[in-house]
């Protein structure tokens, strides 16, 4: 039975607790000074490496580590055309690709540039069988090595499916986090606005997808969470040390958005937003047809459990449409789209698995 | 006629977010009260806080897939890109005016070079084809899908340089 509620007591502590609140509220104030300078000095990327081949915009990234790589497969990281890829290497403890360094693997990451007016007619074909060709290509020649493991983040986990389907001979293992294949799913805000959306007009309008438009559509996802609740939480912690620099760090790359090429916006909206056409095996990419059965490698799907950006439901049947036996699925409930990257837990439970069980299979 | 269906769809709108505050104010409340008495005070705060934040994502979330909010979204992107276009017309006029190449003029030679690339690399695929017949091997790239086209690639088959100088990311 539960004790009867002591309104004296319940009322004794409020003098406290209001006494406590001020004095940690004096020392938040004087972190403010510093804030300004400390967030122009955050560090975009945190482990060493070196550009290997340029083309155009792109610039793949070798990252160096403190030992000869163990496994002979090549990794290479392929990020989404929306934002920038140091979110895989974010800070020391909370990055993706050091953890796959540290495992031994000889990592690279497709670092796609920021896109001017100038690249508004490049499209999906431009990307897939132009630049990840030829930079597949290159690591061939680079490594010795005929097929390269490939991990695909959000956009980039798209874009990988469809190479790996149109070029399953240059592609070992398939490793797809939190990217959107089945957009039949009405759970993303996203696919509900983008539904009955004009893209041709928006497109031949602006050219480019505008940054400020994709940064708007994303925190609007999230209203409450992104306009009351974080400025809150920052300012109740903004005295802790860990806090503020992951504060820091992470809404640095939140601000860092670019704007997407207008043709691959177009058919990103068309065709797979608004017409679903990769599930149904119909994508097409210049004068090819993405057919996910192509896939044989052994894949493996990273999924969170409360993404608003790519809710698991979206990622999930791809291991049903491909043509592999070795499919395997994680889902680290709990977690959120970014979280997936660098949260604490996914450093804990999702990476060691995931290069476990890469391992294994880059022989 | 016509004044009396705007105002009754301005109305409904209106209706909807009104239903969306008001439902948004209800849960509040009821979250507001659910703490637990034996919490020290800024828990109970937060408790309070937290279940008003839970209420309000909630509401906001239904409102943000009403056919009103998306009804309202079409409108504002309609009058964005209008807006786009006009200033695109305005400033296309101006430059051709002052004999400078405009977005369209450049648009026009870039959507040339792209179908001259797309027919020299189509003939291209025509010829590889020829010589890999001729040499009794299989294509490495993909078929092409039946009367499927060709976008005309920029980076198709134009290999970029290593990197001549290594640097290390700061």
């Given at each position: 039975?539960?004790?009867?509620?002591?309104?004296?007591?319940?009322?004794?502590?409020?003098?406290?607790?209001?006494?406590?609140?001020?004095?940690?509220?004096?020392?938040?104030?004087?972190?403010?000074?510093?804030?300004?300078?400390?967030?122009?000095?955050?560090?975009?990327?945190?482990?060493?490496?070196?550009?290997?081949?340029?083309?155009?915009?792109?610039?793949?990234?070798?990252?160096?580590?403190?030992?000869?790589?163990?496994?002979?497969?090549?990794?290479?990281?392929?990020?989404?055309?929306?934002?920038?890829?140091?979110?895989?290497?974010?800070?020391?403890?909370?990055?993706?690709?050091?953890?796959?360094?540290?495992?031994?693997?000889?990592?690279?990451?497709?670092?796609?540039?920021?896109?001017?007016?100038?690249?508004?007619?490049?499209?999906?074909?431009?990307?897939?069988?132009?630049?990840?060709?030829?930079?597949?290509?290159?690591?061939?020649?680079?490594?010795?090595?005929?097929?390269?493991?490939?991990?695909?983040?959000?956009?980039?986990?798209?874009?990988?499916?469809?190479?790996?389907?149109?070029?399953?001979?240059?592609?070992?293992?398939?490793?797809?986090?939190?990217?959107?294949?089945?957009?039949?799913?009405t759970?993303?805000l996203?696919?509900v606005w983008t539904r009955d959306f004009d893209?041709?007009k928006?497109?031949?309008?602006?050219?480019?997808?505008?940054?400020?438009?994709?940064?708007?559509?994303?925190?609007l996802?999230?209203p409450?969470?992104?306009?009351?609740?974080?400025?809150?939480?920052?300012?109740?912690?903004?005295?802790?040390?860990?806090?503020?620099?992951?504060?820091?760090?992470?809404?640095?790359?939140?601000?860092?958005?670019?704007?997407?090429?207008?043709?691959?916006?177009?058919?990103?909206?068309?065709?797979?937003?608004?017409?679903?056409?990769?599930?149904?095996?119909?994508?097409?990419?210049?004068?090819?047809?993405?057919?996910?059965?192509?896939?044989?490698?052994?894949?493996?799907?990273?999924?969170?459990?409360?993404?608003?950006?790519?809710?698991?439901?979206?990622?999930?049947?791809?291991?049903?449409?491909?043509?592999?036996?070795?499919?395997?699925?994680?889902?680290?409930?709990?977690?959120?789209?970014?979280?997936?990257?660098?949260?604490?837990?996914?450093?804990?439970?999702?990476?060691?698995?995931?290069?476990?069980?890469?391992?294994?299979?880059?022989? | 006629m016509n004044e009396t269906t705007s105002f009754d769809k301005a109305a409904q709108d209106v209706a909807a977010f009104q239903k969306m505050c008001l439902e948004s104010l209800a849960k509040?409340?009821?979250?507001?009260?659910?703490?637990?008495?034996?919490?020290?005070?800024?828990?109970?705060?937060?408790?309070?806080?937290?279940?008003?934040?839970?209420?309000l994502?909630e509401s906001w979330d239904q409102f943000m897939r009403s056919p009103q909010f998306l009804e309202s979204l079409r409108q504002w992107m309609d009058n964005a890109v209008t807006f786009?276009?006009?200033?695109?017309?305005?400033?296309?006029?101006?430059?051709?005016?002052?004999?400078?190449?405009?977005?369209?003029?450049?648009?026009?030679?870039?959507?040339?070079?792209?179908?001259?690339?797309?027919?020299?690399?189509?003939?291209?695929?025509?010829?590889?084809?020829?010589?890999?017949?001729?040499?009794?091997?299989?294509?490495?790239?993909?078929?092409?899908?039946?009367?499927?086209?060709?976008?005309?690639?920029?980076?198709?088959?134009?290999?970029?340089?290593?990197?001549?100088?290594?640097?290390?990311?700061?």
């Open positions: 039975m539960s004790s009867p509620f002591d309104l004296a007591a319940f009322w004794s502590q409020w003098p406290k607790a209001v006494a406590d609140e001020t004095a940690v509220a004096a020392g938040r104030i004087t972190r403010w000074p510093s804030l300004w300078e400390r967030s122009r000095r955050v560090r975009k990327g945190s482990s060493p490496a070196e550009v290997v081949y340029e083309e155009d915009r792109l610039k793949v990234l070798h990252y160096l580590g403190n030992a000869s790589p163990r496994h002979k497969t090549p990794l290479v990281f392929v990020y989404a055309l929306v934002n920038r890829p140091y979110i895989l290497d974010l800070k020391k403890g909370r990055s993706v690709i050091a953890n796959f360094v540290e495992a031994g693997f000889d990592t690279y990451l497709v670092d796609w540039g920021i896109p001017t007016s100038a690249d508004r007619h490049l499209m999906l074909d431009d990307y897939i069988n132009g630049y990840l060709v030829n930079v597949l290509d290159f690591l061939r020649e680079r490594t010795g090595v005929q097929k390269a493991s490939v991990l695909g983040y959000c956009m980039g986990g798209t874009m990988s499916a469809m190479f790996a389907a149109l070029h399953p001979q240059r592609v070992r293992n398939l490793i797809l986090l939190a990217a959107p294949i089945d957009f039949a799913s759970e993303s996203l696919n893209v041709d928006f497109v031949d309008a602006f050219g480019n997808c505008p940054a400020e438009f994709l940064q708007m559509s994303f925190q996802l999230r409450v969470a992104n306009w009351i609740e974080k400025p809150i939480r920052f300012y109740e912690h903004m005295h802790e040390e860990e806090f503020l620099e992951d504060f820091l760090t992470t809404e640095t790359w939140l601000q860092d958005n670019i704007p997407v090429p207008g043709e691959v916006y177009r058919q990103f909206v068309k065709y797979l937003y608004q017409k679903n056409l990769l599930t149904q095996n119909r994508m097409p990419v210049g004068k090819h047809i993405v057919n996910l059965r192509n896939i044989r490698c052994p894949v493996m799907s990273i999924m969170a459990g409360k993404d608003d950006l790519v809710p698991s439901a979206q990622s999930l049947p791809f291991n049903d449409l491909v043509g592999s036996k070795d499919r395997r699925v994680l889902l680290l409930p709990g977690s959120g789209h970014i979280g997936l990257a660098i949260g604490s837990r996914a450093q804990k439970e999702v990476w060691p698995q995931a290069c476990g069980w890469l391992a294994e299979r880059s022989t | 509040s409340f009821q979250a507001a009260f659910k703490f637990s008495p034996d919490s020290a005070p800024p828990e109970i705060l937060r408790e309070v806080r937290a279940g008003i934040f839970q209420a994502t786009r276009t006009m200033t695109n017309e305005f400033l296309g006029r101006l430059r051709n005016e002052v004999q400078a190449p405009s977005r369209n003029d450049i648009d026009t030679v870039m959507l040339a070079v792209r179908h001259m690339e797309k027919r020299l690399l189509d003939r291209l695929d025509e010829v590889s084809a020829q010589i890999l017949k001729a040499n009794g091997t299989s294509p490495a790239r993909p078929p092409s899908a039946p009367g499927a086209k060709r976008s005309g690639s920029k980076a198709q088959r134009r290999r970029g340089q290593p990197a001549k100088t290594e640097s290390e990311i700061s």
